[in-house]
């Protein structure tokens, strides 16, 4: 079992950045595939980006290509997703997530494991 806190939402202008993290708990942090999804109001969740157990392999949303990264530090337990030229529509609850079964799955739109949320608000 692995639990999941995230940390770093907040109220940012359209253009700007922010930097997500999410810790995880217990030893076997390096073996879970990792990602962050986001849900807006009235909307479903959705999936943001991936990375593969030892961070060579990443995946993206289309909507977020080219302007957010994913990375991990397996020795602090931690996942990043740094956010740049935020935009409106990037306002959501953004959530970590991991699974042992591969980054593949949380590409798909699913995951083992969920952390509570952080908020994220671009204003125009």
């Known amino acids: 079992q692995v639990q999941l806190v995230e940390s770093g939402g907040g109220l940012v202008q359209a253009g700007g950045s922010l930097r997500l993290s999410c810790a995880a708990s217990?030893?076997?942090?390096?073996?879970?595939?990792m990602g962050w999804f986001r849900q807006a109001p009235g909307k479903e969740r959705e999936f943001v980006a991936a990375?593969?157990?030892?961070?060579?392999?990443?995946y993206y949303a289309d909507s977020v290509k080219d302007r957010f990264t994913i990375s991990r530090d397996n020795a602090k337990n931690t996942v990043y997703l740094q956010m740049n030229a935020l935009k409106p529509e990037d306002t959501a609850v953004y959530y970590c997530?991991?699974?042992?079964?591969?980054?593949?799955?949380?590409?798909?739109?699913?995951?083992?494991?969920w952390g509570q949320g952080t908020q994220v608000t671009v204003s125009s």
């Open positions: 217990g030893r076997t942090f390096s073996s879970y595939a």
């Open positions: 990375i593969s157990v030892g961070g060579g392999s990443t």
């Open positions: 997530a991991a699974s042992p079964r591969g980054p593949m799955l949380l590409v798909a739109g699913t995951s083992d494991y």
